[in-house]
């Protein structure tokens, strides 16, 4: 290992070394090694890099190093522009956290209620990581202050922008200490990024991470297809190619919807995500997603920033991004953890002009595959191996997961392999069932007591 790629090169305090070791943190990634050491230095910062680059430890960390666990006042705060990447970013920051005691974390978004947001506040909190409307509102009412704030981070600025959040950002900005640090993250560049750098940092080192994938890592087909025929394309491509789960990137949420809507009529288990949708909505299609109650996740670019899905089998572009660095970030998501990975785009004949300028973007020349080249399969994913079960109590109720493997498992005698993931949230839990047992478990389980109580419960479909 080079030493310039040891965490043990930098300025760190040996609880937070230990911790990293501990995490099996060995070298610090491209984006780690260029930023760390200009924001220990106290600069501000501008940095280019992609999701899954390692920058959450990257900022994380110099956020940690800094902070004084024993003045309970808000010394860090990260704004993200989605729900799903807050939680993303809180759960990082509290594992590199683990060895500093009494650091308190807390996360406010939109979607939750507010009462226990502020109660937590009320008692101190170190570091905030929040959405922009929550933060807002937080701020109005004065239950958050930022007076006291060290470090500033906004992350995935673009996508904020994007979003419409660019006054909030600024009033959220205004709130904080002119004595901040303050570091951007973003995907991409664009002129009005620019432009607000300008007015919240001051004279920042800037760096770009190439948001480039190993071609040997990602095996990238492209497909020509008619724009009527591109729907049946995605069945086409879902059946011949078999992956366990895939998403499927639409550039408009009308799309996302009809795609949606005809790949379950085709018997083919799809969920969509996108922008329009209710928060409790979201958090149940990504639930059942990632714990295989679903096969395909159809998906727009603002609605999947930020999602932590392993294992991904496949990423099918429905619709070609006009832009380059959103393809690589949206294919940049399988093939992870070196697990080879499959990249399919679909492009009509008007749409080619984008994919040249993929090609010039990432130096890898396009190859095309014939529709009907495909075999159609026989045996088909359509129907997920899982369901999900859906119980009226959580964390408040005392509930944990074993309760559910112990009811589930020795009560009713399930195999362990039967019972998928278990997601306890603070009032309602979530339980994947094997799909051929499922509705039978959830009569059982609707009439049998979970530590000592009946609760209500549905399946979700």
């Not at 937080?138 to 992350?155: C, E, F, K, P």
């Not at 640090?181 to 991470?209: C, K, M, N, V």
Request: net charge negative; glycine share 6%; charged share 20%.
């Amino acid at each position: 290992m080079s030493d310039t790629l040891s965490f043990s090169s930098l300025p760190l305090a040996p609880a937070l070394l230990d911790n990293l070791a501990s995490l099996g943190y060995q070298q610090m990634t491209p984006i780690q090694a260029a930023s760390l050491p200009i924001i220990l230095q106290q600069r501000d910062l501008i940095a280019q890099a992609k999701t899954g680059s390692g920058k959450t430890a990257a900022f994380g960390l110099g956020m940690l190093a800094k902070l004084n666990p024993t003045y309970f006042a808000v010394q860090g705060l990260v704004i993200c522009p989605t729900r799903e990447l807050a939680d993303q970013v809180a759960n990082e920051l509290r594992r590199l956290a683990r060895r500093i005691e009494n650091v308190k974390i807390v996360t406010l978004c939109g979607g939750t209620p507010m009462r226990p947001q502020m109660a937590s506040l009320e008692f101190g909190a170190h570091i905030v990581v929040g959405t922009p409307g929550r933060l807002i509102d937080h701020i109005s009412r004065g239950s958050l202050q930022l007076n006291a704030v060290q470090t500033l981070v906004l992350d995935e600025a673009d996508r904020m922008v994007d979003m419409g959040f660019y006054d909030d950002i600024y009033e959220i900005v205004g709130a904080c200490s002119p004595r901040r640090q303050t570091l951007l993250f973003s995907a991409t560049y664009p002129d009005d990024i620019r432009a607000a750098s300008e007015q919240l940092l001051r004279d920042p080192e800037e760096i770009q991470i190439e948001a480039q994938h190993s071609s040997n890592q990602i095996e990238q087909h492209f497909f020509h297809v008619s724009q009527e025929g591109r729907n049946q394309a995605v069945a086409r491509l879902l059946l011949h190619y078999q992956p366990s789960s895939s998403i499927a990137f639409c550039n408009t949420k009308i799309h996302c919807r009809e795609l949606t809507e005809e790949l379950n009529a085709q018997g083919i288990s799809a969920l969509a995500l996108h922008g329009d949708m209710e928060q409790r909505d979201r958090d149940e299609v990504l639930i059942r997603f990632a714990n295989q109650s679903c096969s395909v996740l159809v998906a727009t670019d603002v609605a999947a920033r930020g999602l932590d899905i392993q294992n991904l089998g496949a990423v099918i572009n429905v619709d070609i991004s006009k832009d380059s660095e959103v393809h690589i970030h949206r294919i940049g998501r399988t093939g992870r953890a070196g697990e080879q990975g499959l990249a399919l785009s679909l492009a009509t004949s008007g749409e080619k002009k984008w994919v040249r300028l993929i090609e010039e973007y990432s130096g890898i020349s396009a190859q095309w595959l014939e529709l009907d080249s495909l075999s159609d399969a026989t045996e088909s994913l359509l129907q997920a191996p899982m369901m999900t079960i859906c119980i009226q109590g959580g964390k408040k109720d005392k509930l944990r997961p074993g309760d559910l493997l112990g009811a589930l498992c020795a009560d009713l005698g399930l195999q362990k392999a039967q019972v998928g993931k278990i997601n306890v949230s603070e009032f309602v839990t979530y339980v994947a069932i094997e799909r051929a047992i499922a509705h039978d478990t959830l009569q059982r389980l609707s009439r049998s007591q979970i530590k000592g109580r009946q609760f209500k419960m549905r399946m979700i479909d």
